[in-house]
């Protein structure tokens, strides 16, 4: 088989165009099940050069393929239309929609571009035809060249779907999954100095947004958070001051009733924080604020859309991050919001403390730590492991 030179995603679909070495035209390839074809891919050339044009004429082939080969019910008595997969994706997807907004939008996408080929006309009470088509529907993905998490989410969707069934009564299995290997995404910390700069350059804009976004930014690394909605959702009712911690000084602690593992979290804001930001900026910007009012950006609107406002604090971030000229560190890796969370993570580790009690107060387990935080990319950590690891070449020094 020759060399493919180049591959484009046709929008709204999940079908490629693609150039061979030795031809001029266009191809189109687009998974279809073993059902249509014996390696279950679709593949045609589209006799055109331009690849404006190519796209166009995929869609159409795309369109028409599906047209012809619309799965029916050629025995109502057996897939009756309230147990057709179909049906129950979309009720799903609605109520998905409803809940989650964008995040339903994007399944209701995965559903119609892709999965409503393999799953559409399968009565999902049959078991072992759910579990084939699941098998392969991902691997079609696979071969598309779509991540571990990609993949991961996509087969979510189907076992959302079968255990949303399941509640209604309508089945009582569960879809056998294709275990899928995930590949941790490094995401870099920035330094301390670093923040500086990105706090400072959203400061110096002033306009109410970005003085909350430069507060926001020093919170993050402050504390043990996931930087996202876990922090946008916390009020100041979720503040407790603990007078005369340490030397007359108060600790300012956060709890935080909704996270990623579904447990509270009680977060210690560091004390340079609470001193000079908390009382010192927000308090005096917004003094007096009432119990459910909002830590950060109460000012907004459709503030309650948490995920509306984490995406807008998210671009805002890196949209500053992007003109200091640090959102890409020097080994090309790029440093979103999240980082902030790796960078709080790794300076607790630097100055001693414990990795357990790290872990327990960011909410996490020592073993994710160990897989994500504190490797190569913990520079300071590699130079003390090597000048442990050689004692009797460095303690003559």
Not at 4 to 24: G, H, Q, Y
Not at 85 to 110: C, M, N, S, W
Not at 167 to 181: A, F, H
Not at 218 to 223: N, T
Request: one cysteine or more; a positive charge.
């Amino acid at each position: 088989m020759t060399k493919i030179l180049k591959k484009i995603k046709v929008p709204k679909t999940d079908a490629v165009i693609f150039k061979r070495e030795r031809s001029k035209f266009w191809y189109i390839q687009f998974p279809v099940g073993t059902l249509h074809r014996s390696d279950g891919m679709f593949k045609q050339s589209l006799k055109e050069v331009n690849y404006k044009k190519a796209i166009k004429l995929a869609h159409k082939v795309y369109k028409d393929f599906w047209i012809k080969n619309e799965i029916k019910d050629t025995d109502e008595k057996i897939v009756r239309r309230t147990n057709k997969f179909d049906k129950i994706a979309v009720e799903f997807i609605k109520l998905r929609i409803k809940e989650k907004g964008t995040e339903g939008q994007r399944e209701l996408g995965k559903w119609k571009n892709h999965f409503i080929h393999y799953f559409g006309g399968l009565d999902i009470k049959e078991m072992d035809k759910v579990n084939d088509a699941l098998r392969e529907s991902i691997l079609a993905r696979k071969e598309e060249g779509n991540a571990p998490q990609t993949l991961i989410k996509y087969q979510q969707l189907i076992s959302n779907i079968c255990k949303y069934a399941r509640k209604r009564g309508l089945i009582n299995y569960e879809p056998s999954l294709i275990k899928i290997n995930r590949i941790a995404k490094e995401v870099p910390p920035y330094e301390e100095e670093e923040i500086k700069i990105l706090s400072n350059a959203s400061r110096s804009k002033d306009e109410p947004f970005y003085q909350d976004l430069s507060d926001f930014i020093q919170f993050c690394r402050s504390g043990l958070v996931r930087p996202g909605q876990e922090v946008l959702r916390i009020k100041h009712k979720d503040i407790h001051i603990v007078p005369n911690v340490f030397r007359d000084e108060d600790g300012m602690i956060v709890v935080i009733g909704k996270t990623k593992t579904g447990k509270n979290q009680n977060v210690h804001i560091h004390p340079q924080y609470y001193k000079h930001i908390y009382l010192n900026r927000i308090l005096k910007r917004r003094p007096n604020p009432k119990p459910d009012d909002y830590l950060f950006f109460p000012f907004l609107e459709d503030r309650e859309n948490l995920v509306k406002v984490n995406q807008r604090v998210s671009n805002n971030f890196r949209m500053i991050a992007v003109k200091c000229d640090l959102y890409i560190n020097k080994r090309g890796l790029e440093r979103p919001m999240y980082s902030l969370r790796h960078s709080a993570l790794n300076q607790r580790l630097e100055n001693g403390v414990p990795m357990e009690f790290v872990a327990d107060k960011g909410n996490t387990s020592s073993e994710m730590i160990k897989n994500y935080y504190r490797d190569v990319r913990n520079q300071k950590q590699m130079v003390n492991d090597h000048i442990k690891l050689f004692p009797d070449y460095y303690d003559k020094k």
